[in-house]
């Protein structure tokens, strides 16, 4: 653990980077562990930007925060990498370690995990002896969100995935990442999309807006889930749909959470991450923009 006066720096890097409230989630975090020497900032940086930024950060740099398009870039810029991040592809995290390298993690994995789980979804380790069935998830988008989608819906005890995307490129650039994952995927074209909501969880990793026109045309499942990376605006007309269908919703302010405390953890050493703190700061962020 570093030293509570020590001169410690973090930022969330991204382009656009301007919305991010990782700033006021770090910075809550670092004031309620008494960590006074440390700051958490936003960077606006291409992907071409990265390595040369990475390149030129100095020793007082604990970690970085990579959002997008900046994930596949920043797997590649780490010296290692955990299994996670590697089978998903991309990273959201690099933390510095003692010798200067950067290790390399994929955060979103756990943050989806752990809100989907708390969401009641996904089967114990003694699923076939208790012939309980894996989880039905179905995945929206094919970008680096979606990879960690992946990884979340492997670790929950799924064995196959409904990945329904704009483009079938897209579709085909996820087949590696599941075969690392030993999921089968089963590709839906964005025109037959409102036929892939009757699972007991749906993810939802589209940009702002390329999920509207379905809200009206979807039939929810009766005590699903529905986990939306968005939180700006909020709700999304999917989540709308979903909550006056009885669908239990969670936003990516949910995501965004749970993420950040394993960041947290890894850039400052402090476990647990004070929890209560890093979220009544982003839900008073939250709601003062909205």
């Known amino acids: 653990m570093q030293s509570q006066e020590e001169t410690r720096k973090a930022a969330v890097c991204g382009k656009p980077i301007a919305h991010s409230l990782s700033p006021v989630i770090h910075n809550a975090g670092f004031a309620a562990a008494g960590l006074t020497g440390w700051t958490y900032e936003a960077i606006e940086c291409a992907e071409s930007e990265l390595p040369d930024l990475v390149a030129g950060l100095g020793p007082e740099w604990a970690g970085l925060s990579l959002t997008m398009p900046l994930k596949e870039a920043a797997l590649r810029i780490a010296d290692v990498a955990t299994p996670v991040a590697i089978a998903a592809g991309v990273a959201n995290t690099l933390v510095r370690q003692p010798d200067g390298s950067w290790h390399g993690d994929n955060t979103d994995v756990a943050g989806m995990v752990r809100v989907l789980r708390e969401a009641g979804l996904g089967v114990s380790r003694g699923r076939h002896a208790r012939k309980e069935a894996p989880p039905r998830i179905t995945v929206l988008g094919g970008g680096g969100t979606a990879r960690a989608a992946l990884a979340a819906a492997s670790e929950l005890g799924a064995e196959e995935i409904t990945v329904v995307t704009r483009r079938p490129e897209a579709r085909e650039e996820l087949n590696p990442v599941a075969v690392a994952l030993g999921l089968r995927i089963e590709a839906v074209s ?42 700006d605006p909020w709700p999304t007309p999917l989540a709308a749909s979903a909550a006056a269908a009885g669908v239990s919703v969670h936003s990516g302010l949910d995501l965004l959470l749970a993420q950040a ?21 982003l839900e008073k962020a939250a709601a003062t923009r909205g």
């Open 190 to 231: 964005w025109a037959d999309a409102p036929g892939a909501f009757d699972a007991d969880a749906v993810i939802a990793t589209v940009p702002k807006g390329a999920a509207d026109e379905l809200a009206g045309r979807v039939a929810w499942r009766a005590g699903g889930v529905y986990f939306d990376a968005l939180y």
């Open 261 to 281: 405390l394993s960041q947290f953890e890894q850039f400052t050493g402090v476990t647990p991450a004070p929890e209560d703190a890093m979220r009544a700061a």
